[in-house]
């Protein structure tokens, strides 16, 4: 099966700094790579995602920027805000990560 | 806009009882998806659903899950014997399909929080 290694576990960064997390992959038959956003009580939700015909894509402060050489995906959060304070999973294929616990203080 | 629902939100149960819980998917959704997550851990896949049959299941998806689509609109997770360890929360997703094989976008229910006693 899959297996998606995500770092770190957590991560606390200042209000205004730059959050980020990172996903190893394998092999994979399915170029598609999401991260989803997980509040408290609430089920995961798709925050962005990324196809390898690019290597980098931005959506508002949210960044995935890919290395398909590596088999390494990243979520960059820039000016990181108390309500980013969430779990982080990317994904591959049906296979989560561990997530990554974000708070961001203010 | 569209969205997944699950009910109930929290079911008890006592170990060896029955439950099922219920999801009602994005209504032209193709793929169905029920996942689980213990408390502060990983979602974990258990089954997905494709045209009336599983598609495929992860180890966890073993014989005392079944899962069911009774009509156009529901789509069950049955767990015919719980255990201790089944408590947890489980998650309905599903994905339009249409270009599945180029993504997996699925979209999530609030969850049903299991706690077996």
């Known amino acids: 099966q899959q297996q998606v290694k995500q770092s770190p576990q957590s991560l606390i960064v200042q209000k205004g700094g730059i959050s980020i997390i990172n996903c190893a992959y394998e092999?994979?038959?399915?170029?598609?790579f999401p991260w989803y956003q997980q509040f408290p009580g609430k089920g995961p939700a798709l925050l962005i995602a990324i196809r390898p015909d690019v290597s980098e894509k931005k959506e508002g402060r949210f960044t995935i920027s890919f290395n398909k050489s590596a088999k390494q995906f990243s979520l960059h959060i820039m000016d990181s805000q108390p309500g980013d304070s969430a779990t982080y999973f990317c994904v591959k294929e049906l296979v989560f990560g561990k997530g990554t616990k974000l708070t961001v203080n203010p | 806009e569209p969205e997944v629902t699950q009910t109930p939100s929290h079911q008890v149960t006592q170990m060896g009882q029955e439950v099922i819980l219920r999801c009602v998917p994005i209504s032209n959704h193709l793929y169905f998806y029920w996942y689980r997550q213990i408390l502060g851990q990983k979602v974990e896949f258990l089954v997905s659903f494709y045209n009336n049959e599983i598609s495929e299941k992860s180890e966890i998806f073993d014989d005392q899950f079944s899962v069911e689509r009774p009509d156009g609109s529901n789509f069950t997770l049955k767990i015919r014997s719980t255990k201790l360890e089944d408590s947890a929360m489980y998650f309905c997703a599903s994905m339009d399909g249409t270009h599945r094989d180029l993504s997996y976008e699925q979209y999530f229910g609030p969850g049903t929080r299991l706690t077996v006693t």
């Open positions: 092999n994979t038959a399915f170029d598609y």
